[in-house]
């Protein structure tokens, strides 16, 4: 048997934009279009020309290649709209390439998105043993890993009930457990770590790791680069459908980093990689101190103001707006919207800047990346990952004349001393302690 599990030979994914289908026509309008045809091919071709870009198509992956060994746990990283998810989709037979050739030697087992291969009618029960059966096991097998995979999606009051009336979350906990106990040679996985509690994300990362010690494929798609580096031996590190780097997991994270910095410093005007409506969109963030003046970095307990300037077509109703800060690897550390605060924008014009002022900053000095945020009645309008970087130095959070550098979150914080000894309910026994000079 080979010892390749997955190979990829230029593989290529293009999809059309922009079309809507054609409803039905007369005669008339099937002949007048077809005379015109000829002209609207060649303004198409010429405005096609003149921006420089096809306006119809775009490549979600252009001439992938790797292979990947039996037994590696392989981590793909990149902005939203790199191609992962496609590469994976290719991977899973659920979509195929434009060009060039994937194949797979194993039994794969993926979690691509929250219940994919789940039938909404059938019961959780139903549903593994389905699963079990795609995978090509015998029943006892499946059987024999049931009450695990249901003890570890804590479904068992509702394992008897059709997945449909299931939360998003029960729906998430029970399709990773299949995915990772019915003992696939491959595992695909898709940003599992997204959704879910602090609890069951941690749960997810154990699974995962002892799924990578049995010496199973595992392909790992995330945005959590200390899980990729946890779990990961190798990263590839894909941008605009091309793989940029395909090494050890620290050193893709690292690339992938440098990338996503010098990405959130392009003007936003620029920025294509980035989703909704468009009907409101962000043009410009910077911060200021509270005099209202521009800085380029503020200290550790700064007064600062976030201001993202934004145009929209129409004045806008319900707008929410939100923005995070995260480490430049790791998660988000802080968000901050409209709505936490109880101040949601009822109206808004069509061009103007959110101004979100925080007191005393309160992370630890080094250089943050922030992401934006923005819906209009509930429609995502606008979303950009990596859209600015803030630098913060060590400044005196507390007002003591000292400099803070230790905490990665500064909190208010006061002491006295209370003296319990004045306290009639406390024993003696609970008082002593060792003598002090």
Known sequence: MSDIAIRLDKVSKQYSIGKSPAGYKTLSETLTHIAALPLRRLRRNLQAHANGLDQETFWALRDVSFEVKHGEVVGIIGR???????????????????????????????????GTGFHPELTGRENIYLNGAILGMRRAEIAGKFD???????VDRFVDTPV???????????????????????????????????????????KMQNVADTGRTV????HNMAAVQALCGRGIYLSEGHVVCDTTADEAVRSYVAGFTS???????????????????????????????????????DDIRFCFAYKATKPSRNVYVAFNLQEQIGDAIINCNTTDVGQDLVLVPEEGVFVCEIQKFPLRA????????CR??????????????????????????????????????????????????????????????
């Open 164 to 206: 449909k009336h299931y939360s998003s979350g029960m729906y998430l906990r029970l399709a990773f457990s299949v995915a990772a106990h019915l003992e696939p040679e491959i595992l695909l996985v898709d940003e599992v770590l997204a959704v879910g509690d602090a609890a069951f994300q941690k749960k997810c990362l154990g």
């Open 376 to 437: 209009v009645q509930g429609v995502l309008t606008d979303w950009i990952q990596g859209a600015f970087t803030v630098d913060i130095s060590i400044g005196d959070y507390y007002g003591t004349g000292k400099l803070n550098s230790q905490s990665k979150v500064y909190l208010p914080q006061s002491w006295k001393v209370r003296n319990i000894a004045r306290e009639s309910t406390i024993t003696d026994a609970t008082l002593s302690c060792p003598e002090t000079a």
């Open 263 to 301: 990405g959130a410093r392009r003007p936003l005007t620029l920025r294509t990689d980035r989703k909704g409506s468009g009907n409101l969109r962000f043009t410009a963030c910077w911060i200021e101190n509270k005099q209202g003046m521009k800085i380029d970095r503020a200290m550790v307990g």
């Open 366 to 373: 080094g250089r943050y990346v922030g992401n934006l945020d």
């Open 80 to 114: 939203n709209g790199a191609g992962k998810s496609t590469l994976l989709k290719i991977l899973s037979r659920i979509t195929e390439p434009t060009l060039g050739v994937g194949t797979i030697n194993g039994r794969v087992g993926s979690l691509l998105e929250v």
């Open 219 to 222: 392909l790992f798609v995330s």
């Open 148 to 154: 695990e995979i249901v003890d570890f999606a804590e």
